[in-house]
């Protein structure tokens, strides 16, 4: 039997291929979750990018390099901060968002096809305790590091 975290594994990177597929976004579907998070909150910093969507610093530095190149996005020295850089959408990314906000709703529409509202209900719900399980691990992991 799968485990657990192979069958999530599994439905992450059907979808990946699934948003990559829609081409009514320029956008590789690696990048949808940076469009979803940086339109949602504008004007946060890449270490809140990378905590928010559970990707490595240094990843998201790499993916927010190639979002700025191709004018999604620009990014501002923070204020307070020198170091902290904040990432802001642009007119561009903008533009696609309510396209990727779309895909994202009809790959989970179409993926709980056949499911009843109490299966989701539960499916949520556990879901959640163990997002938040893991969280809390990897919380702990960080402060013996």
């Known amino acids: 039997m799968a485990t657990i975290m192979r ?11 699934y948003r990559t597929a829609q081409k009514s976004v320029d956008l590789p ?3 949808h979750s940076y469009v979803l998070a ?5 004007g946060k910093s890449q270490d809140f990018l ?4 559970c990707i490595n610093k240094s990843s998201v530095a790499r993916h927010l390099s190639f979002l700025e190149q191709e004018g999604y996005i620009t990014r501002q020295t923070c204020v307070d901060d ?7 959408p642009t007119e561009k990314m903008l533009a696609v968002h309510p396209l990727v906000v779309s ?7 179409r993926l709980a096809e ?3 509202e109490e299966e ?5 719900t556990v879901l959640d305790k163990m997002m938040e399980k893991s969280q809390r691990i990897l919380e702990i992991e960080e402060d013996r590091s």
């Open 7 to 17: 069958k999530m594994n599994m439905i992450s990177r059907c979808e990946a291929l």
């Open 29 to 31: 579907g690696l990048y």
């Open 38 to 42: 940086i339109c949602h909150q504008p």
């Open 50 to 53: 990378a905590k928010h969507l």
């Open 82 to 88: 020198k170091r902290e850089l904040l990432v802001f």
């Open 103 to 109: 895909i994202t709703k009809e790959w989970n529409t």
């Open 114 to 116: 056949g499911i009843t």
């Open 120 to 124: 989701l209900f539960i499916f949520h």
